[in-house]
């Protein structure tokens, strides 16, 4: 019973002390990404979003304005204390504790916090971004198209893939059948500085997919058929 309350009390302050959900902002993005994405499904109310790496349901978010405007989706992440956050905030979503990459297996992830989105599955991204100790623990991987499967997802048209995973963005890409599910836009972390020609640009085009709009890392793609 008191790790319960303990629980409630963590994810309270999380969400209405920490980031202070009860202040309206116009952008729930780290870049703005959000804006550009509801400006253009201005006319959609009740699209879906696939959220690889969600994080937090309103910090740094760029699903969050579309769940205000009745969007539903599922979201996925590495920590399960991001996965609590999402049940609280956004019952009605698939909220699901897993790695997605290219591949399905238990592997290793590396983290420093029960919260963050540095948080990866490769550990060089994490020597990379880290200060101080890393810790290791493990978790079940899958593809995107395992998850899928496995939720029975069939019937949903997809209007937004939004994957930040530090360092696995590609693999996300290479584990999810993008000529099935055609998601419209598509929006990934890019890190090269020449973003065309980064290995995850080439891909989409290889697709079909023109980049639309670019911020600091975040760039979204749009699907020309």
């Not at 996925?76 to 698939?94: A, T, W």
């Not at 996300?172 to 598509?186: A, Q, R, S, T």
Request: net charge neutral; proline share 1%; hydrophobic share 35%.
């Amino acid at each position: 019973m008191l790790n319960k309350i303990k629980k409630k009390i963590h994810i309270f302050h999380n969400i209405y002390l920490k980031h202070k959900h009860f202040i309206k902002k116009k952008s729930y993005s780290m870049d703005g990404e959000d804006i550009f994405i509801v400006e253009y499904f201005r006319k959609k109310n009740d699209g879906f979003y696939i959220d690889v790496g969600c994080y937090h349901p309103i910090h740094r978010n760029n699903t969050y304005l579309l769940h205000k405007n009745g969007w539903s989706g599922i979201n996925i992440d590495i920590h399960q204390f991001s996965i609590d956050l999402f049940n609280y905030l956004r019952p009605d979503d698939v909220n699901l504790n897993y790695a997605i990459s290219n591949t399905n297996e238990v592997t290793e992830m590396f983290y420093q916090k029960e919260l963050s989105q540095l948080s990866t599955i490769e550990e060089q991204q994490a020597k990379i971004a880290f200060q101080g100790n890393i810790k290791k623990s493990k978790i079940q991987s899958l593809t995107l198209d395992a998850l899928l499967e496995k939720i029975n997802f069939t019937d949903k048209k997809l209007d937004l893939l939004d994957i930040d995973v530090e360092g696995t963005d590609l693999k996300v890409l290479k584990g999810f059948n993008i000529e099935k599910f055609k998601p419209e836009l598509i929006c990934v972390e890019i890190h090269e500085k020449d973003i065309k020609n980064s290995e995850i640009y080439k891909y989409l085009n290889n697709f079909s997919y023109e980049l639309v709009w670019s911020g600091v890392f975040s760039h979204i793609f749009k699907s020309k058929s």
